[in-house]
């Protein structure tokens, strides 16, 4: 893999324009290069002193435990986000991570993200940017969980998960590869498998989008948006503020 | 005001022991105070190109505005938070800001936040926690937000408003000075003000909490935090990480 083009540079570039001096940097950050297995927790909940990791291909889970040991899903990462970036600053991580496949992902200490910024202030803001980025999709998650019907919820994650797909090259308004089991997404929106299935039927036979054997199809983008009143400004990769 | 006991040094002082190098960066940012009127936005969903603040004295309110015109409020701000990081990394603001008292902040530029991550890439990795621990309160309502019934919403709330403040010398077990109206606490909780007033009497004659003439009163600490299941760890401020 060549890390000029790594995930992390392709999503940060939405941001600042890269140097040679900050791809370099990056480049460094991609060193410890590890592979998980799908299924087994990088990170535990209340597990402390962990690294963090930037996700160089496959698929993550992040969930918090309930009281009665059910699973709450936060939200997944795909390549180019951090790694429990929020667990290697606090003292102890607030939520467990898991691959839902095999995946490739550079281990980062805290001491390695002092050495980068200190030679690059430009990608210190530029990582404030992505996590700033996280939180405004939580805040979307957290404000749309109350107003957002089941079909809309669906539509409205479906769409989000494309446009952050499409930052590092592995979507389009056409579709993407998708390895999320419908248990995933009753996790995650808040719904039983049932209704999950019967919500994805829905789409489908209105011929809104298509979520079949691994792939999203959206046979009809802006049928759907309008479905999910669905305005992408909070995920922000229009273009690079930082020149 | 002495910057070196600043609410945002106090703050992150939790997270990096800061040098004399740190705290002057800290100094230059705090240059361009401002006072702001309550009741007028610091910020406006959908604003581009604004500052970012970072509060001194005052409480502040974060909101989304929704398709229907109500507003659901995201967060409060107390001295020593960021107002509109996020919105200043983003293109456009994704959520609204409004003083609740006449507050005093001083005005950030992207270009303030290079220059002193220049100067001092430890002061990156604090701000990087401080966001970070925002994500994660964020988090902490999402997944509570369909799990505690209001009396453990508001018990955790007003906990969670207690760990913050004391962190910045504002607060203790014992209470402390709170300027919410029920109104506030009624849109961040997702319950109506009668819901609110209800509630609020019943932890008052449960001698648990008394909210009344500005004053949060802690009547019994330990019974609170048992009601509200409150584990203040994603809080995380027990002791610095980086020495």
Same mark, same amino acid.
């Given at each position: 893999m060549n890390t000029n083009t790594s995930p992390l540079t392709q999503k940060l570039s939405a941001f600042v324009a890269l140097a040679e001096a900050e791809l370099a940097v990056l480049e460094q950050l991609h060193q410890r290069r590890r592979t998980f297995e799908a299924g087994r927790d990088l990170v535990h909940?209340?597990?402390?002193?962990? %690294? &963090?990791?930037?996700?160089?291909?496959?698929?993550?889970?992040?969930?918090?435990?309930?009281?009665? @040991?059910?699973?709450? $899903?936060?939200?997944f990462q795909i390549p180019g986000d951090f790694l429990g970036l929020r667990s290697v600053l606090l003292h102890t991580s607030d939520h467990g991570i898991e691959p839902i496949v095999d995946i490739e992902a550079a281990e980062v200490l805290v001491s390695d993200l002092l050495q980068a910024f200190a030679e690059t202030p430009r990608l210190a803001t530029a990582i404030l940017w992505a996590v700033s980025r996280d939180e405004a999709m939580v805040v979307e998650h957290l404000v749309g969980l109350g107003r957002r019907d089941a079909d809309a919820r669906m539509a409205?994650?479906?769409?989000?998960?494309?446009?952050r797909l499409s930052l590092v090259g592995m979507g389009s308004k056409k579709g993407?590869?998708?390895?999320?089991?419908?248990?995933? =997404?009753?996790? %995650? =929106? @808040? =719904?039983? &498998? $049932?209704?999950?299935?019967?919500?994805?039927r829905k789409l489908r036979e209105d011929e809104l989008v298509?979520?079949?054997? @691994?792939?999203?199809?959206?046979?009809?983008?802006? @049928?759907?948006?309008?479905?999910?009143?669905?305005?992408?400004?909070?995920?922000?990769?229009?273009?690079?503020?930082? &020149?």
């Open positions: 909940q209340g597990q402390s002193e962990q %690294a &963090a990791y930037i996700l160089a291909a496959g698929w993550v889970v992040s969930y918090k435990l309930q009281p009665d @040991g059910s699973r709450q $899903i936060v939200d409205h994650f479906l769409l989000e998960l494309g446009v993407y590869a998708c390895p999320l089991t419908q248990y995933h =997404l009753a996790d %995650a =929106l @808040g =719904l039983s &498998a $049932i209704h999950v299935n019967r919500v994805l298509t979520f079949r054997d @691994g792939f999203v199809t959206f046979n009809n983008y802006e @049928g759907l948006v309008k479905l999910a009143d669905f305005d992408p400004a909070y995920l922000d990769q229009k273009r690079p503020i930082l &020149a």
